[in-house]
């Protein structure tokens, strides 16, 4: 077999022209890992990596598990919170691990964590950590339902309950906003 035969052959199985809605996935359907060596074009003004780039890399990363979940095109409705926890340097390679952790009815949140690899010292730290939500459009652009999330087994069931949870405290929270943005006009 010549390298990546296998790799292609994993992709042309996930093609799939009709998507059954009816029909889960799993968490580790869509998992995915995206890195790129960072050079000076993404640095800021202090010489480290530009913040927008990482979030520029984090959006591109996350479509990505949103797109093989829904199997169509998505576009980010939100992205709930965007923690930089540490730096990422010039030459780092940064590393970005997505899974998808909740799916509605067109909707789809997925987790992000954000590593950067120092290929010299052979260290690997988390920088930022992230959770966007994608939306499934049709052919005329409208929200369209999307495969359900059913658990793989034990370890993605915790990740899928403990995304449920977090989503109902955020959603009082939004509620909360809400009325205070309302009373204030
Ligand atoms: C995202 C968008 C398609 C939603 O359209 P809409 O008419 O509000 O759709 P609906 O009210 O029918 O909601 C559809 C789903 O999106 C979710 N949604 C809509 N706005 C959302 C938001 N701001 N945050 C999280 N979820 C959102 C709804 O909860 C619903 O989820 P569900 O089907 O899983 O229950 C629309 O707001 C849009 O096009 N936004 C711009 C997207 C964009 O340009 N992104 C940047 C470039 S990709």
Not at 57 to 78: C, N, W
Not at 87 to 109: D, F, K, W
Not at 115 to 135: C, H, K, N, P, W
């Amino acid at each position: 077999m010549e390298p990546f035969d296998k790799i292609r052959a994993q992709r042309q199985q996930r093609h799939m022209p009709d998507v059954d809605v009816t029909k889960g996935r799993t968490i580790a359907y869509s998992r995915s890992t995206t890195s790129r060596l960072m050079d000076v074009l993404d640095a800021n003004v202090r010489g480290n990596v530009h913040g927008g780039v990482i979030m520029r890399m984090v959006d591109e990363a996350a479509a990505i598990v949103a797109i093989k979940h829904a199997g169509k095109g998505v576009v980010t409705a939100r992205v709930d919170r965007f923690d930089f926890l540490a730096p990422a340097y010039l030459g780092n390679v940064v590393i970005i691990q997505c899974e998808m952790h909740y799916v509605g009815r067109t909707s789809m949140e997925v987790g992000v964590e954000v590593m950067a690899e120092d290929l010299f010292v052979g260290e690997i730290r988390q920088i930022a950590r992230s959770q966007v939500t994608y939306v499934a459009l049709d052919e005329n652009g409208k929200p369209t339902p999307v495969p359900p999330l059913i658990p793989g087994d034990e370890e993605e069931r915790i990740i899928i309950e403990k995304a449920r949870i977090r989503r109902a405290r955020m959603q009082k929270i939004d509620e909360e906003l809400g009325k205070i943005q309302q009373n204030s006009i």
